[in-house]
């Protein structure tokens, strides 16, 4: 069987936590950010987990992190 390519976007999109958790960071930071408060903006600074029910589309991007 041939090895599989992880695919690097998302490799450096997500991370995988001690317990097999998928954390993320979140999106809507990047433009637009004069309309959004500060109290938004402060909370989109902080990563959160992944679904589990993505787990599955995100373990076939990443074959080697788990």
């Known amino acids: ?3 599989l390519k992880t695919h690097r976007g998302a490799a450096k999109r997500f ?3 001690g317990s097999g958790k998928i954390k993320r960071y979140r999106a809507y930071k990047s433009h637009l950010l004069t ?3 500060a109290k938004r903006m ?3 600074r902080q990563s ?3 679904p ?3 787990y599955d ?3 076939k991007l ?3 992190m788990f």
């Open 35 to 37: 309309g959004k408060s």
């Open 1 to 3: 069987m041939p090895k």
């Open 62 to 64: 990443l074959p080697y």
């Open 42 to 44: 402060r909370n989109l």
């Open 52 to 54: 589990e029910v993505q």
């Open 57 to 59: 589309n995100i373990k």
């Open 15 to 17: 991370k995988v936590t």
């Open 48 to 50: 959160s987990l992944v």
